[in-house]
């Protein structure tokens, strides 16, 4: 049996980075590896523990077909290693931070695949913000507007399947509620294709 993609999606300031970094140590006890994206942005900059490159590195890179799946978002490209498919073949699941825009090509590409939508209460959300300090105050009631329908648009029509996963608590919560999540949701073999 192959493994199974988990696509962890959520708005931004939702903790997505977090989450995966704290779910990197413990998930291999749960068959379960943690991939790392190539992102064109500076080393310097506060996030997730992606690798940075530059764009010309990043278009050579999708050129040689070093990426399982690529987008551009938010004025950056994001890659997830190719090594990712040879996991899954081995047969461990594979979570990775994705993007809402690349959801119906992800789901092309691993019609296995479990959609984990990463969701956070108003409040909580304006307090991560804040503490950031990536935007400014107004520029983060924007973003909250914005974010305000993101669960409801993305339940609707093909997405009607997303697991919820709330991300209000402590860090500790989320990691044991998605880690039960994925073993709640390991198929016990998969359906013919035929």
């Given amino acids: ?18 989450l995966l970094d704290a779910v ?13 994206r190539v992102i064109t942005r500076s080393a310097e900059a506060k996030g997730e ?8 590195e990043f278009a050579q890179r999708e050129g040689r077909g070093d990426f399982a799946m690529s987008w551009y978002a938010n004025g ?7 090594v990712i498919d040879e996991w899954l073949d081995a ?8 993007s809402r825009g690349y959801l119906p ?3 092309r590409r691993y019609p296995h695949l479990l959609a984990v939508l990463l969701t956070v209460e108003d409040e909580v959300l304006r307090r991560r913000l804040h503490a950031r300090g990536r ?10 507007a914005r974010n305000a329908g993101f669960a409801d648009t993305l339940l609707a029509g093909e997405n009607a399947d997303l697991c919820l996963l709330d991300n ?5 919560q989320s990691c044991e509620r998605l880690l039960k999540l994925i073993e709640d949701h390991r198929p016990i073999a998969w359906p013919d294709s035929a």
């Fill in 105 to 107: 090509e992800a789901r």
């Fill in 168 to 172: 209000s608590g402590s860090l500790a």
């Fill in 135 to 144: 935007e400014s105050a107004e520029e983060i009631e924007v973003r909250l």
């Fill in 91 to 98: 047969g461990d699941d594979v979570l990775v931070n994705g």
């Fill in 76 to 82: 950056l490209s994001y890659g997830i290693p190719r």
């Fill in 1 to 18: 049996m192959t493994g199974r993609l988990i696509y962890l999606i959520g708005p931004s300031g939702s903790g997505k980075d977090s």
């Fill in 49 to 56: 523990l992606a690798e940075a490159v530059s764009p010309e």
């Fill in 24 to 36: 990197r140590e413990g998930s291999g006890s749960h068959g379960c590896r943690v991939a790392r």
